[in-house]
């Protein structure tokens, strides 16, 4: 009898361990969604410098056919931008958008960016939005999505509407414009 009560004992618990699991993770959710969301918007200014003598983007690869192609079909650029509140570069420095873009439009100029916009200023120092996506850089306005974040952003979600603010077409140099609606 003993036995029979040592095993229905070890049972219990057994079964009983995944419940007690399931029921911590229900409260986790349940404190998540009791946080109130928040949405901001932020607006600031890319500078991509891929020419001169300290460009911000640099060519890290590149198919065989790039330099043929009118799109630069292929090529992947690594970026260390200066964010500023303005379009000048003179304008303050509010952050750096980190990460790569490449070109991956045959027949338009169609970039593929995985960026992370790192905040250095103000309210937002420490966090970072996350932007992943497809940017049709010759469009007037282009809308990407916003697929996480860091710090404030945590969780976050959104979308940037990016739109040339001035470009040079021999260079490749740019400034981009972007106002961004994150939910955090």
């Known amino acids: 009898m003993a036995k ?6 070890v049972m219990s618990l057994v079964l009983a361990m995944p419940c007690t699991q399931a029921f911590h993770i229900d409260k986790w959710h349940q404190r998540i969604k009791a946080q109130k969301e928040t949405v901001t ?18 060519k890290v690869a590149q198919s065989t056919d790039t330099e043929r192609s009118p799109t630069l079909f292929g090529a992947i650029m690594m970026a260390d931008d200066p964010l500023t509140q303005g379009p000048d570069p003179k ?20 970039l593929l960016m995985a960026m992370n916009f790192a905040f250095t200023d103000g309210t937002y120092d420490g966090s970072s ?16 999505p916003i ?7 945590r ?4 979308y940037a509407i990016a739109k040339t603010h001035w470009l ?4 490749g140099d740019a400034i981009v414009g972007y106002n961004v609606t994150v939910v955090h």
Not at 155 to 158: K, S, T, Y
Not at 168 to 171: F, R, V
Request: charged letters at 15%.
């Open 4 to 9: 029979l009560s040592l095993v229905f004992f």
């Open 41 to 58: 918007n932020l607006q600031f200014y890319f500078h991509d410098t891929v020419s001169g003598k300290n460009p911000s983007a640099i």
């Open 91 to 110: 304008s303050k420095l509010v952050g750096r958008a980190q990460g790569l873009y490449g070109s991956a439009g045959q027949s338009e100029l169609c």
């Open 129 to 144: 939005i996350s932007l992943l996506g497809k940017n049709s850089a010759m469009s007037p306005v282009r809308e990407m």
């Open 147 to 153: 697929v996480g974040g860091t710090g404030i952003f």
């Open 155 to 158: 969780l976050a979600r959104g």
């Open 168 to 171: 040079d077409i021999t260079t």
